[in-house]
């Protein structure tokens, strides 16, 4: 069982959020509202509310957790340098060396969303 947090980010009134919190229910059903951070703003800095108060908390909780529970961050979103930035690396290879793994049931999961969102595209086109 991990500790699981989410974030998710838009930046124009044309982008919808709910779209994003709704993925982040579907890839992971049992994280708490309380858990899902969300900005409205741009992504050219990380001066955002939301995301800074999930940064201390996160900070916070690896600091304090004794258990070593895992802690899941799940991002809808994310690019890598922002990745980068976010777990604190200095070097672009380590992120890319240790955010790389993905399970069978990962990529199962990620091509059901994919279909579920083709089916919906469809759907506003007629």
């Known amino acids: 069982m991990s500790l699981k947090y989410a974030y998710c980010r838009i930046s124009t009134k044309d982008q919808n959020i709910d779209r994003q919190i709704i993925a982040v229910k579907q890839f992971a059903p049992d994280i708490s509202d309380n858990n899902i951070f969300v900005d409205k703003k741009t992504g050219k800095d990380f001066e955002r509310e939301q995301y800074q108060e999930m940064k201390v908390i996160l900070e916070h909780i690896s600091k304090a957790s004794l258990k070593n529970e895992p802690i899941e961050l799940i991002v809808e979103e994310l690019d890598r340098l ?24 990962d990529a199962q999961r990620e091509m059901e969303r994919l279909e579920r969102i083709e089916k919906e595209m469809k759907k506003c086109a007629k």
Do not use: P, Q, W
Request: no cysteine; glycine share 4%; charged share 15%.
């Open 82 to 105: 922002t990745l980068k930035y976010l777990m604190g690396h200095t070097d672009i290879s380590v992120t890319s060396n240790v955010y790389t793994h993905l399970k069978l049931e």
